[in-house]
Every structure is written in C-alpha cells, then in structure tokens.
C-alpha cells in the first residue's frame, strides 16, 4: 500500500499517512511530509466519540434516546441527522457565501461559545430531516453537561477516550497541536491558490462536533474497541448502527447511524478540518481496519480523488 500513499502524494497531497489491520498484522505507512504516528485533527470522526458518550448515558439512564432536548428533536434525531436543524458553518464563516476565504482568516483566533453557534442554527430556516449538520451534536454536548455537571469534552475523554485506552487523543486546550503534527493545508476549492497552513487555529468553532486530536493507531484502537462492544454495550452498538440515508457536507448521500456512518460491510466516520482529512472505517468483526489522513482539503483535482479512492479500495479489499 506505499504506492498507494505514494500515489495520493504525488497527485498533490502534501502529507499522506495510514495505518492498516488486519487479522492482527499491523502496517503503517506514509508519504510527502508525514510521519505515521503523527497527531491530526481528525474534524467529524469526533462524532463517533461524542454518540458514544451518549449512548453511556442512556444505558445509566441519564437521558433517553427519545426524548425531546430543542423542541421535537430528539437525542435520536440529533444523533442520526434527522432533526432538520441547519448547519451553522456558512453564518459562522459568511464570506464562504461570497466565494471568499475572508472569514477562515477572521476567525483563525476566535473563541466561539457553543450557545451561539448553536443559536445561529437554531435561528437559521429549518432543513429537510437528514441533512447533515453539526448544529445538533453542539447540543448533545451541552446535554452532556447539563447530566453530569462538567464539560462535555471532560467527560467524553474520562469515559470514552480513556476507555479505550487512547494516549494520543484529545480535545484542543488551545489553537496550537501539541506533540508531532503535520501542517494542514486548506485550498477551499481554489480560492486560497496556493492552499493556506491552518494548523493553528481555534476549533471551538466545532467543538465536540468536530475538534478532537488523535492519531491513525488510536482511531484503530477506538473502533476496534467500540465495536467489539468494550465501549457501549452490544445492545447501544446496535442502536447506533440503524442507518438512513443522510446528505453530507459534499452532496454525496451516505448510511448515517447514531454517530457512525456505514461503508460497504465497513463502518466507521470520515472528517474534515481547515486543512485536515481523516477516513476512518472498519469490519464489524475488526479484523480489517482502515485510517487514512491527508493534509489538504476541498482540493480541486480529480488526480487525488482517484489515487484516493484506490488506496482505499485495497485497503478495504473491494
């Protein structure tokens, strides 16, 4: 698979990474400026974490599934996308609508508070259930301190994170990454020509959406854990795994869970950041495993799509 890391490096990608199991064989690779253990921001593979949290606290009986938290959503609904609550990101960053990259620069050192990125959601027209949105994970995470009197990402990273073992997973304390990272290039489909370095920058605009720090062996390590039922019960892991269909970010229409997104026999969760990617899925059974991470996003170019989509058609053997 080094010719396929090799490949995506050289149709553009700056740094390229991955980690790939199967049947216990552990194999690590990268290519152009990256490292195999690097830490990344690995955006809406948070997600993953965040469902977990929650479906903790159903099973203590903390909240329910189907209980109303903002109106008639549901803990179901925001977890699975069907809420209709738009997306906050294009009132967060509003120059996005003008075809520019203005707003990326105003913002690289803005504290947002989830209550007012949730507000810009909330007040925004309501979208057709199944719509992709980060607006309803922003509320699950204040449900989560409202239940057990801390903040979300403390209590995500005592009972989830360090579950399963992670020592190189974390929420952003600050704009900066600590320890080994690549830099993150963003090219917002070609209006920052050459792409701009936002690998410093303040996540709390997604907060437990989307901002957490791991690297490829622990996202493994995390899902291997999470569905071998050493996380949720096998009773939760089912619940998350009832799918429907969900129009992401990019139009495309994927399976969509409480949390995790189906791929083929894989599941699992891909993200994005200014300038950070992260795919990561695996076989129910976690004998094959797949995290991959690139340090450019919304490229304009099709040679790194398809050297993309061949990596991952052998790492998944379809």
């Known amino acids: 698979m080094k010719a396929e890391l090799e490949a995506i490096h050289h149709a553009g990608v700056p740094g390229v990474w991955a980690e790939v199991r199967d049947n216990g064989h552990v194999w690590r690779g990268a290519a152009g400026e990256a490292t195999p253990d690097m830490r990344h921001r690995v955006g809406s593979v948070t997600k993953t974490f965040t469902a977990a949290a929650i479906m903790l606290l159903v099973e203590r009986g903390k909240i329910g599934l189907d209980v109303p938290v903002h109106g008639e959503s549901t803990v179901r609904m925001l977890l699975n996308m069907t809420s209709g609550l738009a997306d906050y990101r294009f ?38 259930p199944g719509t992709y949105s980060n607006t309803g994970y922003l509320l699950l995470g204040r449900l989560i301190e409202k239940v057990t009197g801390m903040t979300a990402e403390r209590w995500i990273t005592r009972n989830v994170v360090e579950r399963a073992g992670l020592r190189n997973t974390m929420f952003p304390t600050g704009t900066r990454i600590e320890g080994p990272h690549p830099r993150m290039f963003e090219a917002l489909f070609g209006l920052l020509d050459p792409p701009r370095d936002y690998s410093v920058y303040d996540m709390s605009w997604v907060g437990v959406s989307a901002s957490l720090i791991s690297t490829m062996e622990d996202l493994n390590l995390f899902y291997a854990a999470l569905l071998d039922g050493k996380i949720v019960s096998r009773e939760s892991l089912a619940q998350m795994k009832l799918t429907g269909p969900v129009v992401a970010f990019d139009g495309s229409t994927i399976e969509y869970g409480l949390g995790l997104h189906r791929h083929g026999d894989f599941w699992g969760h891909d993200g994005s950041a200014w300038g950070a990617g992260t795919w990561s899925f695996h076989s129910a059974d976690g004998k094959r495993q797949v995290s991959l991470a690139v340090n450019l996003q919304r490229w304009n170019n099709k040679a790194i799509d398809e050297a993309l989509a061949a990596f991952q058609r052998k790492a998944l053997r379809v």
Do not use: M, T
């Not at 707003?103 to 909330?122: A, C, M, T």
């Open 91 to 128: 009132l967060a960053f509003p120059s996005l609508l003008e075809g520019s990259a203005q707003s990326l620069e105003d913002n690289q050192f803005r504290h947002f508070y989830p209550r007012e990125l949730i507000k810009l959601g909330v007040d925004a027209p309501a979208v057709p």
